[in-house]
C-alpha cells in the first residue's frame, strides 16, 4: 500500500481555490508542508475529476504526497490516484477494495458511533471523523461532534484517524490532544491569499507537538 502521512490533510474546494488554482493551490501547500491530498469536486462530474487528477498527479509527482479522489472510484482508477475516500452514503468499502486492489489507500468518514463499531479494518485504511464544527464548505454534513465526540469516535474507530469540519491552526492542539492522527483543512489554506504559508503555519504547529 502507498505509504501515507494524514497529519496535514488538505481537502481541495474549487469554488475557494479561484484566486490560486487548484493545481497552484496543492504545490503551494506541499510546499508549505501539506502530507496529503483530497480531491473534493462534487460538480465536475467523472470527465471532469480526471482532467483536473491527471494534472494535480502531474504536479505532485516525484513530492512523496498522495492523492485521494472524493467517492468517485472510476475517476480514481483513471487518474492512477494513490487511493479513495468514500462517505456512509457512497461506494461500500469492500466494492472499492475489490476494484481499487491491495495497494491503493481507502478512507471512510465517520460521524457516529453506530457507523464508527461498524468499520471494517481489513479493508479501511483510515477515518475521517467529523464534522468536528458546521462548516459551509460542506452545508449536508451531519451534526457537529466537538472535540468530546472526536475523541470518542477516535478511540472506538480504532484506525488512524483525520479530524475534519471548520478546522483552522488554532485547532491543532485540541485535535491531536484527542488523539486524532491528523487535522484535515479547506478554508484554512484553499483561497487564502497566500496558500503556502498559511499551510507552514499549521505544519510549524503540528511540528511543535513532535
Given at each position: 500500500?502507498?505509504?501515507?502521512?494524514?497529519?496535514?490533510?488538505?481537502?481541495?474546494?474549487?469554488?475557494?481555490?479561484?484566486t490560486h488554482s487548484m493545481v497552484e493551490t496543492t504545490q503551494a501547500a506541499i510546499a508549505g508542508g501539506a502530507t496529503i491530498v483530497q480531491l473534493r469536486d462534487?460538480?465536475?462530474?467523472?470527465?471532469?475529476?480526471?482532467?483536473?487528477?491527471?494534472?494535480?498527479?502531474?504536479a505532485m509527482r516525484g513530492t512523496g504526497v498522495?492523492?485521494?479522489?472524493?467517492?468517485?472510484?472510476?475517476?480514481?482508477?483513471?487518474?492512477?490516484?494513490?487511493?479513495?475516500?468514500?462517505?456512509?452514503?457512497?461506494?461500500?468499502?469492500?466494492?472499492?477494495r475489490d476494484r481499487l486492489g491491495p495497494d491503493k489507500i481507502i478512507g471512510l468518514s465517520i460521524e457516529d458511533e453506530t457507523?464508527?463499531?461498524?468499520?471494517?479494518?481489513?479493508?479501511?485504511?483510515?477515518?475521517?471523523i467529523g464534522p468536528v464544527f458546521a462548516t459551509p464548505?460542506?452545508?449536508?454534513?451531519?451534526?457537529?461532534?466537538?472535540?468530546?465526540?472526536?475523541?470518542s469516535l477516535v478511540r472506538i474507530a480504532g484506525l488512524p484517524s483525520v479530524a475534519i469540519g471548520g478546522l483552522k491552526r488554532d485547532h491543532v492542539d485540541p485535535v491531536f490532544e484527542a488523539g486524532a492522527n491528523g487535522i484535515a483543512v479547506v478554508s484554512a489554506i484553499c483561497g487564502q491569499p497566500d496558500p503556502e504559508g498559511a499551510t507552514r503555519?499549521?505544519?510549524d504547529a503540528i511540528?511543535?507537538?513532535?
Open positions: 500500500m502507498t505509504s501515507f502521512d494524514l497529519s496535514l490533510y488538505l481537502v481541495l474546494d474549487p469554488e475557494l481555490c479561484r462534487k460538480r465536475a462530474g467523472t470527465e471532469g475529476l480526471i482532467r483536473i487528477g491527471r494534472e494535480l498527479m502531474d498522495p492523492l485521494i479522489v472524493n467517492d468517485d472510484i472510476d475517476a480514481a482508477i483513471a487518474i492512477g490516484a494513490d487511493g479513495l475516500h468514500v462517505g456512509q452514503d457512497d461506494l461500500p468499502t469492500k466494492t472499492a457507523v464508527a463499531r461498524k468499520v471494517d479494518r481489513s479493508i479501511v485504511d483510515y477515518v475521517g464548505t460542506k452545508p449536508d454534513h451531519k451534526p457537529a461532534i466537538g472535540f468530546d465526540g472526536l475523541a503555519k499549521i505544519s511540528k511543535a507537538r513532535k
